[in-house]
């Protein structure tokens, strides 16, 4: 395990609004490869955190430092809004879905590609002039979306406006824009929350593919049958505090997560 | 039943009220100048009728839910381009196409251009631009200037004229990153009014309010078009007989010209990255952030190209009239373009050239209703938007498929916070 390189790591990471502290101090290292959860009561920073690591929030203090396998690193909470899915490539999704609801799923993919495509198409004039240069990579985007959507069981659903797609299919297809966005670290908040068990357990197996095809997945997970089922670590955070970590068998009887979740008064954890 | 006839009744109740404040100075207190004098006329009639009648539309319109019309048929969607575009091109042509037919063609012409100028803003990026006509005026400006000064023609200014107005749409955007909603539509605003009234005191340069006169008209391939047939005119050239139409066929056609290379343009960004980025700004800012795309080079894109496509327009109608002055570059202009990017289906080219038809067309048909112009077309307005909010062409199309996907419903589609 300790040779492996750690993907992300995340050093005394503090976030204040005001007179609140939401995140206190928080380290925390996710390693490449494997899916790192990161529990916790409702209000417990989960949400703050990530928006802190996708560069939504700037930190009030603490560092976090992505590491790619090629060896570049990238400061994330000191980039650009728009650079960390662009060059550090940590691609996140949404508690609440957000998908661009008035354009189709293939849409949606290809709208997440833009960095890619404006590239491999050579720049805006072979585009304009429909030159075979960017035609091939247009087809080539084509030809990665439908592989996606395929992957997410969405293929006959191409040409659905997303608005118009039931609950569960826009949460796969939320997940497929942001791997369609090739992501090193793929940061999925709360993926399965409104879907049903057979959803859940279907999501699961999707993640774990995922994983298996080298996308290192940070995930914040109310659903403890999914959390507990996949992640390779856990993070837990109570009150902006991590309060433990360890792997699923360690944090399923740690008592202080018990505590946390089961509210026992303090002195008793 | 009791409770939809009382809130139909309450609505209506309202809406008279709305009408009664509204027509009281407009209609009931008119102003009538006898020979010696002026008189302030009481008309208790017609002011009641008017209330009466807008009382009586909105109780019916709350109390009978009006159905959608039929959405219109594919064939027609898919044939409605093609057709407009051939009628277009052999409008001039036409029997009984005359001056003042062909001048309404290059009207309605020049403000298609314009509202698929500003429907890039408005309609993909779906940022609220109030202030268009700023650039319209840049366009026109800087070509009459650069004209006059540098004794270049219609042809060379026009890049300098698209450029001049694109810098302008990236000076405005700069300020307004951080502007959403209502707060980027008062800026915008301003903007438009500061561009007028520096025009307006900037009397060295601009002439203020003479303006600027003597800009050069358009040539072909260095051929004039003046009413005679002399030598190096397009009528001697060619041998035909001298008209003063042929002027009025050439800028038609220079219009019809520009205004389809922007449709054109606009209709491949569409498909491009940066079409995309448009709409996915309109539709989620922040998940357009969280795909890694720049949203503010995204945004000053939009507003560039839109302002530089408003600068073409401009120095087109400046070589139109060959004079230009401030007063043609009022907030009116910037209602009405927006009126017609809004009225024809935000983002839908054709629906916003069917509503600069509308719009430009319609109120040139009005006139036989002398004074009550006004009242007949703001009706004929309230009644289109009623019976299809979202805009003549009220979805969107996919800008790819993969089978046959028809137009999106507009419900789904956003409009923009900002």
């Known amino acids: 395990m300790g040779a492996e390189p750690p993907l992300l790591e995340v050093r005394d990471l503090t976030m204040q609004f005001g007179g609140l502290r939401a995140v206190d101090r928080v380290s925390l290292t996710a390693r490449a490869g494997q899916i790192t959860a990161i529990i916790g009561p409702n209000g417990a920073g989960k949400t703050t955190l990530f928006n802190c690591l996708t560069g939504f929030y700037r930190p009030t203090s603490g560092e976090i430092t992505l590491t790619h396998p090629t060896g570049a690193r990238f400061r994330l909470d000191r980039l650009p809004g728009h650079q960390v899915a662009a060059s550090a490539r940590v691609v996140r999704t949404f508690q609440n879905i957000r998908l661009f609801a008035g354009m189709t799923a293939l849409e949606n993919l290809l709208t997440a590609q833009h960095n890619a495509l404006m590239r491999a198409g050579g720049g805006f004039l072979p585009g304009l002039l429909g030159l075979p240069s960017w035609r091939r990579a247009e087809q080539a985007a084509i030809a990665a979306s439908l592989t996606l959507l395929e992957e997410v069981g969405l293929f006959d659903r191409a040409d659905t406006p997303a608005g118009a797609l039931p609950y569960g299919d826009q949460r796969r297809l939320e997940i497929a824009r942001a791997l369609a966005a090739d992501p090193i670290l793929l940061c999925l908040d709360e993926p399965a929350a409104g879907l049903n068990p057979r959803e859940s357990d279907a999501l699961a197996s999707l993640l774990e593919r995922i994983r298996a095809q080298g996308v290192s997945i940070l995930l914040i997970e109310h659903d403890m049958s999914v959390v507990m089922r996949i992640s390779d670590h856990i993070i837990v955070l109570d009150h902006g505090t991590r309060i433990a970590e360890g792997p699923p068998a360690a944090i399923r009887d740690n008592r202080a997560v018990i505590a946390a979740y089961l509210g026992e008064p303090e002195a008793a954890a | ?418």
């Open chain 2, 1 to 418: 039943m009791r409770a939809a006839l009382r809130s139909a009744l309450r609505a209506g109740l309202v809406a008279g009220l709305v009408a009664l404040g509204l027509f009281t100075p407009l209609v009931g207190l008119r102003i009538d100048q006898a020979a010696s004098a002026t008189f302030l006329t009481w008309h208790p009639w017609a002011l009641a009728g008017l209330v009466a009648a807008v009382t009586l539309a909105r109780f019916l319109t709350a109390l009978v839910r009006i159905p959608a019309p039929p959405a219109p048929p594919a064939w027609l969607g898919r044939a409605a381009s093609p057709a407009l575009i051939a009628l277009a091109l052999v409008f001039p042509l036409l029997p009984g196409v005359a001056r003042y037919q062909l001048d309404l063609g290059v009207l309605v012409l020049t403000y298609v251009m314009l509202g698929w100028g500003l429907n890039i803003v408005v309609g993909l990026a779906g940022l609220l631009d109030l202030g268009y006509v700023a650039f319209y005026a840049v366009g026109a400006y800087s070509f009459a200037l650069i004209s006059g000064s540098l004794g270049l023609g219609f042809w060379a200014c026009l890049p300098i004229a698209f450029g001049a107005a694109a810098l302008c749409g990236v000076l405005l955007g700069f300020p307004v990153l951080r502007l959403r909603g209502d707060y980027l539509a008062i800026v915008t605003l301003a903007f438009g009014e500061i561009i007028r009234i520096v025009l307006l005191n900037w009397t060295s340069l601009t002439g203020g309010p003479n303006g600027i006169s003597g800009i050069p008209r358009p040539t072909l391939f260095g051929l004039q078009f003046t009413a005679g047939a002399g030598p190096g005119s397009f009528a001697g050239y060619f041998n035909l007989a001298p008209s003063a139409l042929y002027r009025f066929q050439f800028l038609y056609y220079i219009i019809l010209g520009l205004a389809l290379l922007v449709a054109w343009i606009t209709a491949r960004l569409r498909r491009l990255p940066i079409g995309r980025a448009w709409e996915a700004l309109r539709e989620d800012e922040i998940a357009a952030r969280a795909l890694g795309i720049n949203t503010t080079a995204t945004r000053l894109s939009a507003f560039a190209l839109g302002a530089g496509f408003g600068g073409l327009a401009g120095a087109f109608f400046a070589t139109r009239q060959g004079f230009i002055s401030p007063e043609s570059f009022t907030f009116m202009e910037s209602a009405i373009v927006l009126a017609i990017v809004v009225l024809g289906g935000m983002g839908s080219q054709i629906g916003v050239a069917l509503a600069a038809l509308v719009m430009i067309g319609g109120f040139e048909l009005a006139r036989d209703f002398a004074e009550y112009r006004m009242v007949v077309f703001g009706a004929a307005l309230v009644a289109i938007m009623v019976l299809r909010p979202r805009g003549l062409a009220g979805g969107r199309t996919p800008s790819i498929a993969i089978g046959t996907a028809g137009p999106i419903s507009g419900t789904l589609v956003a409009q923009g916070r900002g």
